[in-house]
Protein backbone atom coordinates (compact mmCIF):
# COMPACT_ATOMS: atom_id res chain seq x y z
CA UNK A 1 0.00 0.00 0.00
CA UNK A 2 1.14 3.55 -0.88
CA UNK A 3 1.78 5.76 1.82
CA UNK A 4 -1.39 7.83 2.04
CA UNK A 5 -0.67 11.54 0.92
CA UNK A 6 -1.85 14.76 2.59
CA UNK A 7 -2.77 17.55 -0.36
CA UNK A 8 -5.80 19.44 -1.19
CA UNK A 9 -8.53 18.13 -0.46
CA UNK A 10 -12.28 17.61 -2.17
CA UNK A 11 -15.60 17.73 -0.94
CA UNK A 12 -18.42 15.94 -2.84
CA UNK A 13 -22.32 16.45 -1.82
CA UNK A 14 -23.10 19.51 -0.53
CA UNK A 15 -26.84 19.11 0.56
CA UNK A 16 -28.40 19.58 4.22
CA UNK A 17 -25.70 17.76 5.53
CA UNK A 18 -22.41 18.57 3.16
CA UNK A 19 -23.10 22.01 3.11
CA UNK A 20 -21.91 22.88 6.90
CA UNK A 21 -19.80 19.93 7.39
CA UNK A 22 -17.38 21.74 4.38
CA UNK A 23 -18.07 24.57 5.86
CA UNK A 24 -16.67 23.16 9.42
CA UNK A 25 -14.20 21.40 6.68
CA UNK A 26 -12.19 24.10 5.51
CA UNK A 27 -10.80 26.78 7.54
CA UNK A 28 -6.94 26.20 6.77
CA UNK A 29 -7.34 24.02 4.15
CA UNK A 30 -7.17 24.33 0.62
CA UNK A 31 -10.60 22.81 -0.68
CA UNK A 32 -12.29 22.29 -3.91
CA UNK A 33 -15.81 21.35 -3.27
CA UNK A 34 -18.24 19.48 -6.30
CA UNK A 35 -21.59 19.40 -6.25
CA UNK A 36 -23.89 18.06 -9.49
CA UNK A 37 -26.12 21.16 -8.16
CA UNK A 38 -24.29 24.16 -9.62
CA UNK A 39 -26.18 26.07 -7.04
CA UNK A 40 -25.37 24.18 -4.01
CA UNK A 41 -22.08 24.00 -5.45
CA UNK A 42 -21.93 27.88 -6.28
CA UNK A 43 -23.19 28.39 -2.42
CA UNK A 44 -20.77 26.16 -0.72
CA UNK A 45 -17.85 28.25 -2.35
CA UNK A 46 -18.97 31.13 -1.12
CA UNK A 47 -19.43 30.47 2.18
CA UNK A 48 -16.11 28.33 2.47
CA UNK A 49 -13.94 30.29 0.14
CA UNK A 50 -13.30 26.82 -1.60
CA UNK A 51 -12.99 26.31 -5.47
CA UNK A 52 -15.93 24.96 -6.84
CA UNK A 53 -15.33 22.40 -9.91
CA UNK A 54 -17.51 22.76 -12.43
CA UNK A 55 -17.01 18.25 -12.96
CA UNK A 56 -15.24 15.87 -11.61
CA UNK A 57 -12.88 15.83 -14.81
CA UNK A 58 -11.49 18.67 -13.67
CA UNK A 59 -10.17 17.78 -10.45
CA UNK A 60 -6.64 18.83 -9.33
CA UNK A 61 -4.25 16.87 -9.53
CA UNK A 62 -2.61 17.38 -5.68
CA UNK A 63 -5.95 16.46 -4.61
CA UNK A 64 -5.36 13.65 -2.42
CA UNK A 65 -8.08 13.62 0.03
CA UNK A 66 -11.81 13.29 -0.91
CA UNK A 67 -14.90 13.28 1.01
CA UNK A 68 -17.91 11.88 -0.01
CA UNK A 69 -21.69 13.30 1.60
CA UNK A 70 -24.20 11.86 -0.93
CA UNK A 71 -27.17 9.95 -1.03
CA UNK A 72 -27.16 7.07 -1.19
CA UNK A 73 -24.32 3.59 -2.32
CA UNK A 74 -25.61 3.82 -6.35
CA UNK A 75 -24.30 7.13 -6.19
CA UNK A 76 -20.85 7.00 -4.41
CA UNK A 77 -20.41 3.87 -7.00
CA UNK A 78 -21.25 6.23 -9.84
CA UNK A 79 -18.77 8.81 -8.56
CA UNK A 80 -16.08 6.65 -8.10
CA UNK A 81 -16.26 3.97 -10.93
CA UNK A 82 -16.03 4.28 -14.46
CA UNK A 83 -13.98 6.06 -16.62
CA UNK A 84 -14.56 9.44 -15.28
CA UNK A 85 -14.71 8.30 -11.83
CA UNK A 86 -12.56 9.16 -8.71
CA UNK A 87 -10.95 5.95 -8.69
CA UNK A 88 -9.55 6.46 -11.96
CA UNK A 89 -8.35 10.28 -11.41
CA UNK A 90 -7.05 9.97 -8.25
CA UNK A 91 -3.49 9.38 -7.19
CA UNK A 92 -1.87 6.23 -5.62
CA UNK A 93 -1.47 7.17 -2.01
CA UNK A 94 -4.67 9.46 -1.85
CA UNK A 95 -7.72 8.62 0.62
CA UNK A 96 -11.12 8.47 0.22
CA UNK A 97 -13.74 8.97 3.30
CA UNK A 98 -17.42 8.37 2.67
CA UNK A 99 -19.38 10.15 4.80
CA UNK A 100 -22.81 9.16 3.44
CA UNK A 101 -24.94 6.57 5.30
CA UNK A 102 -24.16 3.11 2.30
CA UNK A 103 -24.46 -0.14 2.55
CA UNK A 104 -22.00 -1.99 4.14
CA UNK A 105 -21.97 -4.64 0.92
CA UNK A 106 -21.20 -2.19 -1.33
CA UNK A 107 -18.32 -0.02 1.03
CA UNK A 108 -16.48 -3.55 1.20
CA UNK A 109 -16.25 -3.97 -2.22
CA UNK A 110 -14.95 -0.53 -3.23
CA UNK A 111 -12.48 -0.45 0.01
CA UNK A 112 -11.29 -3.59 -2.62
CA UNK A 113 -11.09 -1.98 -5.56
CA UNK A 114 -9.37 1.20 -4.07
CA UNK A 115 -6.47 -0.36 -2.55
CA UNK A 116 -5.92 -1.68 -5.75
CA UNK A 117 -5.42 1.43 -7.29
CA UNK A 118 -3.50 2.31 -4.09
CA UNK A 119 -5.55 4.46 -3.04
CA UNK A 120 -6.99 4.28 1.11
CA UNK A 121 -10.75 3.75 1.93
CA UNK A 122 -12.60 4.66 4.94
CA UNK A 123 -16.12 5.14 5.84
CA UNK A 124 -17.37 7.51 7.94
CA UNK A 125 -21.08 8.18 8.04
CA UNK A 126 -22.23 10.62 11.08
CA UNK A 127 -25.21 10.68 13.22
CA UNK A 128 -26.27 14.51 15.02
CA UNK A 129 -28.56 16.12 12.23
CA UNK A 130 -28.08 19.26 10.71
CA UNK A 131 -27.56 20.97 14.05
CA UNK A 132 -24.87 18.80 14.89
CA UNK A 133 -23.29 19.39 11.74
CA UNK A 134 -23.52 23.43 11.99
CA UNK A 135 -21.52 22.83 15.10
CA UNK A 136 -18.98 20.39 14.40
CA UNK A 137 -20.35 17.70 16.82
CA UNK A 138 -21.02 14.76 14.66
CA UNK A 139 -20.67 11.50 15.93
CA UNK A 140 -18.75 9.32 13.42
CA UNK A 141 -18.59 5.79 13.48
CA UNK A 142 -15.58 4.64 11.24
CA UNK A 143 -14.46 1.51 8.86
CA UNK A 144 -10.75 0.87 7.66
CA UNK A 145 -8.02 -0.21 8.45
CA UNK A 146 -5.91 1.39 11.37
CA UNK A 147 -3.10 3.30 8.94
CA UNK A 148 -6.48 4.76 6.91
CA UNK A 149 -8.33 5.43 10.40
CA UNK A 150 -4.82 7.47 11.75
CA UNK A 151 -4.70 9.37 8.48
CA UNK A 152 -8.46 9.93 8.34
CA UNK A 153 -8.88 11.39 11.94
CA UNK A 154 -7.41 14.22 11.60
CA UNK A 155 -9.97 14.96 8.71
CA UNK A 156 -13.02 13.78 10.98
CA UNK A 157 -11.81 16.11 13.71
CA UNK A 158 -13.50 19.52 12.00
CA UNK A 159 -16.93 18.18 11.84
CA UNK A 160 -16.89 15.37 14.65
CA UNK A 161 -16.59 14.73 18.26
CA UNK A 162 -17.30 11.15 18.83
CA UNK A 163 -15.35 9.30 16.62
CA UNK A 164 -15.00 5.74 16.89
CA UNK A 165 -13.04 3.28 14.86
CA UNK A 166 -15.35 0.73 14.39
CA UNK A 167 -13.32 -2.27 12.48
CA UNK A 168 -13.07 -3.28 8.83
CA UNK A 169 -14.21 -1.37 5.75
CA UNK A 170 -17.94 -1.48 5.97
CA UNK A 171 -18.33 -1.32 10.04
CA UNK A 172 -18.80 1.99 9.92
CA UNK A 173 -21.59 2.01 7.73
CA UNK A 174 -23.06 -1.09 9.21
CA UNK A 175 -22.96 0.58 12.50
CA UNK A 176 -24.59 3.86 11.38
CA UNK A 177 -27.45 2.08 9.96
CA UNK A 178 -27.96 -0.37 13.58
CA UNK A 179 -27.74 2.95 15.30
CA UNK A 180 -30.81 5.00 13.16
CA UNK A 181 -32.73 1.75 13.26
CA UNK A 182 -32.65 1.73 16.81
CA UNK A 183 -33.44 5.61 16.61
CA UNK A 184 -36.09 5.03 14.34
CA UNK A 185 -37.38 2.54 16.67
CA UNK A 186 -37.57 4.86 19.46
CA UNK A 187 -38.84 7.76 17.57
CA UNK A 188 -41.87 4.99 16.53
CA UNK A 189 -42.52 3.56 20.37
CA UNK A 190 -42.29 7.50 21.46
CA UNK A 191 -45.04 8.31 19.23
CA UNK A 192 -47.24 5.31 20.04
CA UNK A 193 -46.43 5.98 23.49
CA UNK A 194 -47.83 10.00 23.03
CA UNK A 195 -51.16 8.31 21.23
CA UNK A 196 -51.67 6.43 24.16
CA UNK A 197 -51.32 9.08 26.30
CA UNK A 198 -53.57 11.38 24.25
CA UNK A 199 -56.37 8.82 24.97
CA UNK A 200 -55.89 8.64 28.05
CA UNK A 201 -56.10 12.67 28.71
CA UNK A 202 -52.36 13.25 28.98
CA UNK A 203 -51.66 16.26 26.78
CA UNK A 204 -48.15 15.39 24.78
CA UNK A 205 -46.25 18.29 26.02
CA UNK A 206 -47.04 16.68 29.31
CA UNK A 207 -46.13 13.52 28.65
CA UNK A 208 -42.75 14.60 26.50
CA UNK A 209 -41.90 16.10 29.71
CA UNK A 210 -42.97 12.97 32.08
CA UNK A 211 -40.96 10.63 29.34
CA UNK A 212 -37.56 12.90 29.70
CA UNK A 213 -37.35 13.22 33.49
CA UNK A 214 -37.78 9.32 33.24
CA UNK A 215 -36.09 6.08 32.18
CA UNK A 216 -37.93 6.18 28.74
CA UNK A 217 -36.16 8.98 27.62
CA UNK A 218 -34.30 8.86 23.97
CA UNK A 219 -33.30 11.66 21.73
CA UNK A 220 -36.75 11.65 19.60
CA UNK A 221 -38.54 12.67 22.82
CA UNK A 222 -35.55 14.80 24.44
CA UNK A 223 -35.14 16.21 20.89
CA UNK A 224 -37.50 15.23 17.74
CA UNK A 225 -40.86 15.56 19.99
CA UNK A 226 -40.39 19.12 21.56
CA UNK A 227 -38.21 20.75 18.29
CA UNK A 228 -39.64 19.23 15.31
CA UNK A 229 -42.57 16.95 15.98
CA UNK A 230 -45.22 18.80 18.58
CA UNK A 231 -44.67 22.68 17.11
CA UNK A 232 -45.56 21.14 13.61
CA UNK A 233 -42.18 22.25 12.32
CA UNK A 234 -41.22 18.56 10.96
CA UNK A 235 -37.81 20.49 10.22
CA UNK A 236 -35.30 18.31 11.19
CA UNK A 237 -33.56 18.21 7.89
CA UNK A 238 -33.44 14.36 7.76
CA UNK A 239 -35.85 13.33 5.02
CA UNK A 240 -37.85 10.26 5.64
CA UNK A 241 -36.48 8.47 2.46
CA UNK A 242 -33.02 8.68 3.68
CA UNK A 243 -34.06 6.94 6.64
CA UNK A 244 -36.02 4.54 5.24
CA UNK A 245 -32.78 3.59 3.20
CA UNK A 246 -31.08 3.01 6.68
CA UNK A 247 -33.46 0.80 7.82
CA UNK A 248 -33.55 -1.55 4.77
CA UNK A 249 -29.70 -1.47 4.69
CA UNK A 250 -30.11 -2.64 8.78
CA UNK A 251 -32.93 -4.73 7.66
CA UNK A 252 -30.06 -6.76 5.14
CA UNK A 253 -28.00 -7.26 8.55
CA UNK A 254 -30.92 -9.12 10.13
CA UNK A 255 -32.08 -11.07 6.96
CA UNK A 256 -28.72 -12.13 5.74
CA UNK A 257 -27.74 -13.38 9.47
CA UNK A 258 -31.01 -15.09 10.10
CA UNK A 259 -31.39 -13.10 13.09
CA UNK A 260 -34.68 -12.72 15.13
CA UNK A 261 -35.28 -9.00 15.56
CA UNK A 262 -39.21 -8.41 16.29
CA UNK A 263 -39.16 -5.23 18.01
CA UNK A 264 -36.46 -3.26 15.89
CA UNK A 265 -38.42 -5.11 12.83
CA UNK A 266 -41.83 -4.06 13.59
CA UNK A 267 -40.66 -0.51 14.02
CA UNK A 268 -38.89 -0.90 10.73
CA UNK A 269 -42.34 -2.29 8.93
CA UNK A 270 -44.26 0.88 10.68
CA UNK A 271 -41.59 2.97 9.30
CA UNK A 272 -42.05 1.48 5.68
CA UNK A 273 -45.83 1.97 5.85
CA UNK A 274 -45.83 5.42 7.44
CA UNK A 275 -44.05 6.85 4.33
CA UNK A 276 -45.71 5.23 1.89
CA UNK A 277 -48.47 7.35 3.75
CA UNK A 278 -47.26 10.24 3.74
CA UNK A 279 -48.14 13.42 1.21
CA UNK A 280 -45.73 15.68 0.63
CA UNK A 281 -42.95 15.18 -2.07
CA UNK A 282 -39.87 14.40 0.10
CA UNK A 283 -40.87 14.00 3.36
CA UNK A 284 -39.21 14.85 6.97
CA UNK A 285 -38.89 11.20 9.00
CA UNK A 286 -40.36 13.00 12.02
CA UNK A 287 -42.85 13.23 9.71
CA UNK A 288 -43.30 9.22 11.06
CA UNK A 289 -45.81 10.67 13.80
CA UNK A 290 -48.68 11.45 10.77
CA UNK A 291 -48.99 7.69 10.44
CA UNK A 292 -49.92 7.03 14.22
CA UNK A 293 -52.17 10.02 14.34
CA UNK A 294 -54.01 8.89 10.85
CA UNK A 295 -54.15 5.32 12.00
CA UNK A 296 -55.48 6.55 15.28
CA UNK A 297 -57.68 9.09 14.65
CA UNK A 298 -55.59 12.00 16.80
CA UNK A 299 -53.60 14.87 16.53
CA UNK A 300 -50.31 15.29 18.73
CA UNK A 301 -49.62 19.07 17.24
CA UNK A 302 -51.11 22.07 16.93
CA UNK A 303 -54.80 23.12 17.47
CA UNK A 304 -55.69 19.60 19.07
CA UNK A 305 -58.43 18.35 21.57
CA UNK A 306 -55.79 15.80 22.50
CA UNK A 307 -57.56 13.54 24.92
CA UNK A 308 -61.08 13.44 22.73
CA UNK A 309 -59.72 11.24 20.00
CA UNK A 310 -61.21 10.91 16.58
CA UNK A 311 -62.04 7.55 16.19
CA UNK A 312 -62.39 5.12 19.44
CA UNK A 313 -59.01 4.02 20.63
CA UNK A 314 -59.01 0.41 20.45
CA UNK A 315 -60.16 -1.19 23.98
CA UNK A 316 -57.46 -4.14 24.97
P1 LIG B 1 -29.21 15.83 0.52
O1 LIG B 1 -30.12 15.16 -0.45
O2 LIG B 1 -29.64 17.09 1.17
O3 LIG B 1 -27.79 16.10 -0.20
C1 LIG B 1 -27.20 15.23 -1.12
C2 LIG B 1 -26.42 16.07 -2.12
O4 LIG B 1 -25.73 15.20 -3.02
C3 LIG B 1 -27.31 16.97 -2.98
O5 LIG B 1 -26.86 18.32 -2.92
C4 LIG B 1 -27.19 16.40 -4.39
O6 LIG B 1 -27.27 17.37 -5.41
C5 LIG B 1 -25.79 15.77 -4.31
N1 LIG B 1 -25.58 14.75 -5.32
C6 LIG B 1 -26.41 13.73 -5.67
N2 LIG B 1 -25.84 12.97 -6.63
C7 LIG B 1 -24.63 13.51 -6.89
C8 LIG B 1 -23.58 13.18 -7.78
N3 LIG B 1 -23.65 12.12 -8.61
N4 LIG B 1 -22.48 13.96 -7.78
C9 LIG B 1 -22.38 15.04 -6.97
N5 LIG B 1 -23.35 15.41 -6.10
C10 LIG B 1 -24.46 14.64 -6.06
O7 LIG B 1 -28.87 14.71 1.60
P2 LIG B 1 -28.29 14.95 3.09
O8 LIG B 1 -29.44 15.08 4.03
O9 LIG B 1 -27.22 15.97 3.04
O10 LIG B 1 -27.66 13.50 3.35
C11 LIG B 1 -26.43 13.11 2.74
C12 LIG B 1 -26.03 11.77 3.33
O11 LIG B 1 -25.90 11.90 4.75
C13 LIG B 1 -27.06 10.65 3.10
O12 LIG B 1 -26.37 9.45 2.86
C14 LIG B 1 -27.82 10.61 4.41
O13 LIG B 1 -28.41 9.33 4.64
C15 LIG B 1 -26.73 10.96 5.41
N6 LIG B 1 -27.18 11.59 6.66
C16 LIG B 1 -28.09 12.61 6.65
C17 LIG B 1 -28.46 13.21 7.86
C18 LIG B 1 -29.46 14.36 7.91
O14 LIG B 1 -29.86 14.74 9.03
N7 LIG B 1 -29.85 14.95 6.79
C19 LIG B 1 -27.89 12.79 9.06
C20 LIG B 1 -26.94 11.76 9.04
C21 LIG B 1 -26.59 11.17 7.82
Redesign the pocket.
Known amino acids: MHAIQTGASLF???????RPMAARYAPGRELFV????PA?RATASENTGATALAGLDSIPNHVSTVLL????SR?VE??LRGQSGLFARLQPGSMIID????EPGSTAALAEEAAEAGIAYVDA??????TGAITGDLAITVGGTPEAFSAALPHLQSMGTNIVHVGKAGTGHAAKALNNLLSATTLAAAAESLCAAASAGIQPETMVEVINGSTGRSQATEVKDPRHILTGKFD????MD?ML??LRIARKIFTDNSLEAPVVLAAESAAQTAGEHLEAASPDHTELVKHYERVNGLLLRGPRAAHQPTKPVAQP
Do not use: E, I, R, Y
Open positions: VGLGNMGFDMDAMLPNTTVMSSSPVSGGVSGFALKD
